[in-house]
């Protein structure tokens, strides 16, 4: 059951509408109109409330509450530089770290009693700060535009308005028993096959040593096309070093707009069981696992494409930018695309989404926005090239400790980042689950006898999936959610998500045959791996 937010006055509500609406999608939660002191079957409350009044407020002790002062005045905001205090009401992520927010130009100082605890400020002003269960914050937020999705009021230069909203509702969220997977990341190398020792700037011996010094992963999405051969000793190397290093797809062929240009499922099926076809042979030869996750050249793919993906038994789609390349603004029904650990697209395809390795070595901006991706939850999936290594592995071992200094996080691969996309909560003999993927590993404790899962996270509502636990028949499900029993009272259950229409890759017929892909794929590799000789 949705835990229930109040709204005061009501027409702070109905003046946000869309942005309320956007944050009841992001975290499943409903927000209600209620009159001042009207708190009867509230789970919290958000007032938005003149400085004068809140002077004077008290409000229910049990009650989680922000008040957002409302007359605030237009003030000279400089730099826009907001330093978090090392409170430990401040969230881990942005403890003791500064941001900028270049968007707020209207806000005043808050009043501090005895024992307040301070959690922003603004050239020394107090504008954020905590007083027992009552949090106060001295920026009212705007109303979304038509269009406007709500990722776009949370990155570098505009984030401070929604962040203390966001931030109750996440500790709501927790409070309700609710466990969220640890922040995980992956470097990700486009391109790279495992033909010799080292492709273009990386050395796969060197790079998994620097990486367990360094605790960090890096997958290397490799093209089927290249997967005919793997030298013994480095397919050897990634066994030993799956911790470290690990294999995604890489497109098929790698040829120009090669996962953009597919307008129909039907032309992008042979492709894309092609590219399964190569990968399991690879497997077979080489005893390598690649997972099955597609990360798209240039990270970007057609609609039709993430549909073919889905029936294809695909676990994911690693993509740069818009979680709906394919479409100029969201859909309009989901204002808040891109928000969560992942979004779920063409009826229920995982979307992690990749940030740009060389743009995070380059700008400071860059590197804040991650942070507040970081804040989210949001799988942090550093893409680059070989080049991006020109200067050696010392970049990586940056970004690493840096990620590492936020606080617990899970180095992962691509296959094991989009396996653990989900939300689960203990609830008496039963646990609770909302899947964002399509397989899922989890333990139960000793007491739980049944498993329910959640199906309005994923897919379109009228999609039906067949749900199988531990390789058994389940259910079959739609928009409602779905309880069994594992079998045999099983103390280790995955969850497999198979499409109504899913096709075998055996089934699918192979595409035209081009002798073009070959010859560019041999020239782009030898322009590759001679790079590093040509810049002595």
Request: with cysteine.
């Amino acid at each position: 059951m949705s835990l229930v937010i109040g709204i005061s006055p009501p027409e702070a509500l109905e003046s946000r509408k869309r942005l309320f609406e956007a944050l009841s999608q992001a975290y499943d939660m409903q927000f209600e109109p209620r009159p001042l002191y009207h708190w009867d079957k509230l789970d919290a409350l958000i007032a938005f409330l003149p400085m004068e009044q809140t002077r004077s407020w008290t409000a229910a002790p049990a009650l989680p509450s922000l008040l957002i002062i409302t007359n605030a005045h237009r003030i000279d905001a400089g730099e826009g530089r907001i330093v978090f205090t090392s409170s430990p009401a401040v969230h881990p992520v942005l403890r003791g770290r500064y941001l900028f927010d270049e968007y707020v130009k209207e806000w005043r100082m808050l009043d501090c009693h005895a024992g307040d605890a301070i959690l922003a400020t603004h050239d020394g002003m107090p504008i954020w700060l905590a007083r027992g269960n009552c949090q106060f914050s001295s920026i009212p937020p705007d109303e979304l535009l038509p269009d406007e999705p709500l990722i776009m009021r949370f990155r570098w230069g505009v984030f401070l308005q929604i962040l203390p909203i966001v931030d109750l509702l996440r500790r709501l969220q927790k409070q309700n028993s609710w466990v969220a997977p640890p922040l995980r990341a992956c470097f990700t190398f486009d391109d790279p096959n495992l033909h010799w020792c080292s492709y273009g700037y990386i050395d796969f011996g060197q790079m998994a040593r620097h990486a367990e010094v360094h605790n960090y992963h890096a997958c290397m999405a490799t093209t089927p096309l290249d997967a005919w051969f793997a030298l013994p000793s480095v397919a050897r190397l990634f066994r030993q070093h799956g911790r470290r290093l690990s294999l995604a797809i890489h497109g098929n062929n790698h040829l120009k707009n090669e996962l953009e240009r597919p307008t129909s499922e039907a032309e992008a099926l042979p492709m894309l069981a092609q590219a399964l076809r190569r990968v399991s042979r690879f497997e077979r030869m080489n005893s390598l696992s690649v997972d099955r996750v597609m990360v798209p050249p240039h990270g970007r793919c057609s609609e039709s494409v993430t549909r073919a993906l889905l029936r294809l038994g695909y676990e994911g789609v690693c993509l740069s930018g818009r979680p709906y390349p394919w479409l100029r603004k969201p859909p309009e029904n989901r204002p808040a695309a891109g928000w969560g650990m992942t979004e779920m697209v063409a009826g229920g395809l995982p979307v992690l989404h990749r940030l740009s390795l060389d743009l995070w070595l380059e700008q400071e901006s860059y590197r804040q926005n991650v942070l507040l991706q970081a804040y989210l939850n949001r799988p942090l999936i550093f893409v680059g090239h070989h080049q991006s290594l020109r200067n050696g592995l010392g970049a990586l071992a940056e970004v690493a400790r840096q990620v590492n200094s936020i606080g617990k996080v899970e180095w992962q691969s691509l296959g094991r980042i989009v396996r653990s996309n989900y939300m689960y909560r203990v609830q008496d003999n039963q646990v609770e689950m909302k899947l964002y993927a399509r397989r899922v590993c989890i333990s139960l404790p000793n007491e739980v006898r049944e498993v329910k899962v959640f199906k309005s996270h994923f897919g379109d509502a009228n999609d039906e999936e067949f749900v199988f636990c531990n390789g058994l028949a389940a259910g079959v499900g739609a928009a409602k959610p779905l309880v069994f029993r594992p079998a045999n009272q099983a103390r280790q259950i995955e969850i497999t998500l198979i499409h109504q229409h899913q096709v075998g890759s055996a089934a699918v017929a192979p595409p035209h045959y081009s002798t073009w892909s070959f010859s560019r794929r041999i020239l782009t590799t030898i322009r590759d791996r001679i790079q590093p000789m040509l810049s002595i």
